[in-house]
Antibody, heavy 123, light 107 residues
Framework: EVQLVESGGGLVQPGGSLRLSCAAS????????MDWVRQAPGRGLEWVSE????????QYRDSVKGRFTIFRDNAKSSLYLQMNSLWAEDTAIYYC????????????????WGRGTMVTVSS | EIVLTQSPATLSLSPGERATLSCRVS??????LAWYQQKPGQAPRLLID???KRATGIPARFSGSGSGTDFTLTISSLEVEDFAVYYC?????????FGGGTKVEIK
């Protein structure tokens, strides 16, 4: 079964750090770009970051650049998000999501999602 | 940043009725648009990619259309399990962006 399972969320004080993990199974992890998408309580979906299958290429939304780092370990079929200098505005459920492979040069939509891990930034 | 505007914000319909959801995009994305369904307490589920291609296992009552800046998700005859929030998302340029969502509720 194709599956993504996030972990590492919790309560952290403003300015603190957390590392999220996403364990993948049931597919060839290294062939897919992977993303983090978040959802603040009662709000819509917000894309956070993407990493290519090789791990070479990375993209971030402006509000997390310089604070968040996405990385992966293909040998362990795992995706990570290191989050530093957390703000209250980062409070959200963080979802790990797989990009569909359309071709070697193109990725499709998010076809597989984990159940999410909650991050709460509060004093 | 490409902005996606979904309308209406809420759609109140009865089972068996047709639902028509709109997603207007601030600049052309070709057909690089997807639709997702999200139920309370669950992760989003992919319904449609490439504006009109149903994802694996998605019932035929869901259809997508449009290109450029105007897109539509149609549910031909609502089932009870279709009452949920629907999001559109563009993958044409960075940052990837989502619409604000349309809630389809039971009338």
């Amino acid at each position: 079964e194709v599956q993504l399972v996030e972990s590492g969320g919790g309560l952290v004080q403003p300015g603190g750090s957390l590392r999220l993990s996403c364990a993948a199974s049931g597919f060839t992890f290294s062939t897919h770009a992977m993303d983090w998408v978040r959802q603040a309580p009662g709000r819509g979906l917000e894309w956070v970051s993407e990493i290519s299958g090789s791990g070479i290429y990375k993209q971030y939304r402006d509000s997390v650049k310089g604070r968040f780092t996405i990385f992966r370990d293909n040998a362990k079929s795992s995706l990570y998000l290191q989050m530093n200098s957390l703000w209250a505005e980062d409070t959200a459920i963080y979802y790990c999501a797989r990009r569909q492979v359309i071709s070697t040069m193109s990725n499709g939509a998010f076809d597989i999602w984990g159940r999410g891990t909650m991050v709460t930034v509060s004093s | 940043e490409i902005v996606l505007t979904q309308s209406p914000a809420t759609l109140s319909l009865s089972p068996g009725e047709r639902a028509t959801l709109s997603c207007r995009v601030s600049q052309s994305v070709g057909t690089q648009l997807a639709w997702y369904q999200q139920k309370p307490g669950q992760a989003p589920r992919l319904l449609i990619d490439d504006a009109s291609k149903r994802a694996t296992g998605i019932p035929a009552r869901f259809s997508g259309s449009g290109s450029g800046t105007d897109f539509t998700l149609t549910i031909s005859s609502l089932e009870v399990e279709d009452f949920a929030v629907y999001y559109c998302q563009q993958r044409n340029s960075w940052p990837l962006t989502f619409g604000g969502g349309t809630k389809v509720e039971i009338k």
